[in-house]
C-alpha cells in the first residue's frame, strides 16, 4: 500500500488529519485486506508501529480501533525519516495481545535495520496523564530506558502530563515492545489520551504531541 504523503503547505497538524481518513472507512476498517499492513521506509533506524490503528480482535472480540494512531506513525515517519508499520485493514487478531500476528512477522524483518521501536496506542482521558509509557517486560535492555526517558523528557518539555507504567505498562510477553526487546531491540510502547488525538478538534493539542513526539526520536535516530 502507499504511503502517505503530506501535500506542499500542508501543516502537520493538517496532514495527521487527513491521513486518517485511510483508516477510519468502515468504520475503522480500514481497508478491505484482512491484516493488511502500511509501512513507510525510513533511514534513521527508528520505527514507528501503530498495531491498534483499525479495529481488531482480542480473543474473537471486535475492539475499537485507537484512533489516530495509524495516521499519526505515518505523519511522524514521513517528517522524521523514520519507518512506519501500521495495521491497515481489520483482521483477526491483535499483534499486541497473540504471541503471533502478520505485524509480527513483518516488525522482525525491520530489526535487523532498526534498533529503536516506538509503539503507539490510544487511551481514554480519563486515565489522567496525556501520554503512559509503558516500559515493556525488558525495561533496562538494550537502550529501552533511553527510549521511555527520550519520550517522557520530551513531553514534559511540552507541557504534557506523563506516567510511567500506569495504568499501562506493556510488561506481558506477547506486547509489542515486550516482542522487539526480546529480540533485541530497544522499545517503549506509548499510549496517548484521546484529548491529545483529536487534530481537527483540537489542533493546539495535536501540535503539542506531534512536536514532543519529534523531539524524542530526534534524539533517538542515527
Ligand atoms: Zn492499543
Known sequence: VAAFQPDAGE?????WARAESRYSAGPYAGSSIPNELRTVDGSNGVAITAPHAVG???????????????????????????????????????????????????????????????????????????????????PDSSGSAAVADAVLACCRAAGLIVSVDRPFDARRPQTVTSFAQAHGAAAAQVEIAARLRSPHAEPEAARRLLGALLAAIARLGR
Open 56 to 138: 481488531h480482535f482480542r480473543d474473537g472480540v471486535r475492539k475499537r480501533a485507537d484512533r489516530f494512531t495509524g495516521s499519526l506513525a505515518e505523519v511522524l515517519a514521513a517528517a522524521s525519516g523514520s519507518s512506519a508499520l501500521v495495521l491497515a485493514g481489520s483482521g483477526p487478531g491483535d499483534a499486541n495481545w497473540d504471541e503471533s500476528h502478520p505485524l509480527k512477522d513483518a516488525l522482525l524483518g525491520l530489526l535487523p535495520n532498526h534498533g529503536v521501536i516506538v509503539d503507539l496506542h490510544g487511551m481514554r482521558d480519563s486515565h489522567g496523564s496525556d501520554v503512559c509509557v509503558g516500559r515493556g517486560r525488558l
Open 11 to 15: 501543516s502537520l497538524v493538517e496532514a
